[in-house]
């Protein structure tokens, strides 16, 4: 049984696992394709590599793939065409009881003729662990996701966030060092579901495995990760750490996807060094060029709410407007304006609350203005 | 009572009547029956009424030899006599004939001073008072002698309880191979049921209709029809004979017996139970996720491992479902096994009906199925406690 003990193993009951010093790979998708029917391609020549340690999150809206790239992994599909490594090798005819990687699935999956305990024992059992060597195993596991205690109880007796965390001890208690979770917290509510990704993030910073993890929540994929691949129709837009998703979004599904973001529609008119101009509605912008776009090419130019300042000095900004207020929500610590800005009326500022923006009232003519490096001109999608 | 309880109560008033008069009342007179019978006592009933102030030690009084006196020669002209002198030969053999004689020479008698004397003139037997303890016991409309006789116990003239000579038991031995036999049917249902439902389960929807079809076309037929169609298939010059002749399996003189014997109730009882056996596995492993399976396999379970441990474990509310219908109602099978049973393919059913259409013992045939339907609540009961009748799933 190809597994090694990753953590409770420690003579001295430290439960230990650093994150390592020197990253290395452990699992890799090479060119991976996946269809169900033979004409619609749910995965598409994906490649993707996660390091050992990693807590990876494969983010997208619902039916993108995410599922179907873990159910490969794990085992459960094959892919269509391409490979899958874990640990440099192709893990490819190998079934999903000899991989030893741990799963919790989105409904749990516990046993429900089985207790607690017997949940957290069968993965031990199966390997021909002896009884005793067992018990403290399991009395571990349950130790680390703080359900102690709850060994004699049937799984339907416990409540939806205990039952995920016996889930999530039942995938750790044979001590895979890959851990593939898909939407675990799907189905809580929002109080749960902040304490268990609290909870996740601890147990993978105790245990130092491998998550890949997948959730269509884009707040969650930025709480818990340390890099997120984007996904959309079965393709990653974009793989990078929550900051650089966020800060500089590469293609406009991103920016769209995570977080808020204003999209004009423009044509770069002239590309010099790290920036262009683009030719919008009203006038011309200068934003941030990323290198695939040249002149005449049509673009989606991306700003965020927060980065939009009020009645700026004249010429602070390379990009300074007029808008009309449409209306102003207030919401405590921040005000949230929306302009007519080009004839769109869909153009959000956040801004501060502070003195003087409360004056602010619809229909009122202000002058809006933000920094070339805030402002990036992506690939056009229709919106 | 508020208005609408009282309205809701009307409107459930038809169905209870309904069931009353369907099942509850029908139900309720086999049970008294089997206990309570008036046929014989209405042959003699003012000398039952007298002997029933007899205690049974020495002779009745006179009054009752008046009354019998009367009674015999008018129920032998009625002739109801034979219910009289049947009830009480079975008791005591001998009693028949020593009843009709009686009857026929009392009219012709000399009256002796009393009815005692003159009786007694006519046959020794009035005298002795284990005769008429014998027509008391035959003739009383309340006993427990059809529950006695349908476990195969006898009343010795004694008073005590015995079992019967081992060639006269009949009935324990039926019942007992009746049981044998509901549980062997059962488990031929269960080893052949299982994989099927399995199959039905895991097929994509479009396969999945077209299987619970073929599990449900033969449900839909008549049970004759599907009891006949083995016949067919399996009598001596029948479809499967014939076949392994014309192969050179077998000799034209070799021939199985397939049919009218035991083979014959197991293969047809079996075909004709299989589906309810089948829906109620198919419903609960319908229920089971199929990540069940993946979750066993991703812990590191082989195939194996994961359906013994995970799988079957949580098809057993269905298998208990399905046993337990097949067995009820294998236990109370009644067509099957008398069209294809045989003499020794026949179970107590069978029994019952004989019973019931033949012999017009009403009585035995009322306290075999009270014994039956004993039997089925015991099970039950028994189920209930094993499994737990919530947990069961029908469908
Ligand atoms: N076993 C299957 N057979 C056929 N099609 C499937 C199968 N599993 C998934 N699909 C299809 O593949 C596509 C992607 O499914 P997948 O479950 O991977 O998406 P997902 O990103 O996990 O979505 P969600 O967030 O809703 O879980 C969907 O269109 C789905 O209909
Ligand atoms: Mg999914």
Redesign the interface.
Known sequence: ?GYKPVFFATASGHIGGQPLKHPSTHVEYLGVSKTYDGEQWIVEELELTVQRGEFLTLLGPSGSGKTTCLMML???EAPTRGDIRIAGKSVQGI????R????V?Q?Y?????MTVGGNLA??LE??GMAESERRARVDKALALVRMSGFEGRLPRALSGGQQQRVAIA??LV?EPELVLMDEPLGALDRRLREELQFEIRRIHRELGVTIVYVTHDQQEAMVMSDRVAVFSHGRIEQIASPEVLYEEPARSFVARFIGENNLIKGEVSEVKGGVCTVQVEGGAMTATHLGDLSRGDQTLVAVRPERIQLRPDPGTYANEFTATVEDVTFLGDHLRMRFNLFGQADFIAKLPNIVGHGAVLPDDEVRLGWAALDCRALNFVDI | MPRARLISLALVLPLLAFVGVTFVAPLASLLSKSAYETRVHDVIPETMSVLDTWDGHGLPPEAAFATIAKELPSARADRTLLRLSGAANRLRPGMRIFIAATAQRVPRAEFAGTWRETLAGIDEGWADPQTWRVIKQAATKFSLRHYLQALDLEQRPDGSIGARPEQERVYMPLLWRTLVVSFFVTLLCFVIGYPIAMLIADSPPRRRNLLLLLVLVPFWTSLLVRTTAWIVLLQRQGVINDVLVSFGLLGDDTRLEMIYNMTGTFVAMTHVLLPFMVLPLYSVMRSI?E??L??????????M??FV??YF??TLPGVGAGALLVFILSIGYYITPALVGGSSGQLISNMIAYHVQTSLNWGLAAALSSILLAAIIVLYLAFNRLVGIDRMRLG
């Open positions: 049984m794990a085992g459960f079934p999903a009881d000899k030893g990687i741990g799963v699935f409904n999956a516990l046993f429900p003729h069968f993965p199966v390997r039942r995938a044979f | 996720p990540n069940q993946r979750a066993s396999a991703s812990l590191g379970a082989s195939p491992q994961g441990r995970v474990p949580q």
